[in-house]
């Protein structure tokens, strides 16, 4: 695997339903972290896309491509965690 693609969704006020819908029809393994969780200074989303990998040239690439009439919240950069991470708001509004 060099980049695999994942969405984050955000729904206000019945996560947890819409949540046990989407498992109930997709399967597989769910993660559920709350909105106290996250950072609630940022204006509202409904989804937040994340690409992780291990081709860092390929990410690179992606994020720059993304980032081309967006704006970057956060550089891409290696992280004290020992990741790569950065944040970009494309053209359209997706995170």
């Known amino acids: 695997m060099s980049v695999e693609l994942n969405a ?3 729904f206000p006020g019945n996560a947890e339903e819409a949540i046990a819908f989407y498992q109930e029809v997709f399967g597989g ?8 969780d996250v950072d609630t200074s940022a204006p509202p989303t ?6 992780l990998g291990t081709d ?3 990410l690179r690439s992606l994020f720059d491509g993304l980032a081309n ?5 956060a ?11 950065g944040a970009v708001t494309d053209r359209y509004g997706i995170g």
């Open 75 to 85: 550089k891409l950069e290696r992280q004290f965690w020992g990741d790569t991470f």
């Open 56 to 58: 860092d040239a390929r």
């Open 8 to 10: 984050y969704l955000f």
């Open 29 to 36: 393994q769910v993660t559920i972290t709350r909105l106290g």
């Open 69 to 73: 009439g967006g704006t970057v919240r």
């Open 46 to 51: 409904r989804i937040e896309l994340s690409l």
